[in-house]
């Protein structure tokens, strides 16, 4: 199968592979395609749930590392 895309679109996914941690485009895509081709989360157990929910989480990548959640910038100083 090919699938026609724009550059762009082509740039944004190398990216996402990339900083997913996979080492090609096709990983990724084939990845993402079976994770959606799965079971619903009704009819999976709580271990297969977790594991799948701890991979996305490991693919997110922070768009910004330098957030500051500490308590002094959450509240104001009076």
Do not use: C
């Amino acid at each position: 199968m090919q699938l026609n895309i724009s550059e762009e679109v082509e740039h944004r996914l190398r990216d996402k592979a990339a900083s997913a941690g996979y080492q090609n485009v096709e990983a990724y895509i084939l990845d993402l395609v079976d994770e959606d081709m799965t079971d619903s989360p009704s009819t999976k157990s709580h271990e297969e749930w977790l594991k799948k929910f701890d991979a996305l989480m490991a693919r997110q990548v922070s768009r910004n590392p330098n957030f500051d959640d500490s308590r002094e910038s959450i509240y104001p100083i009076r």
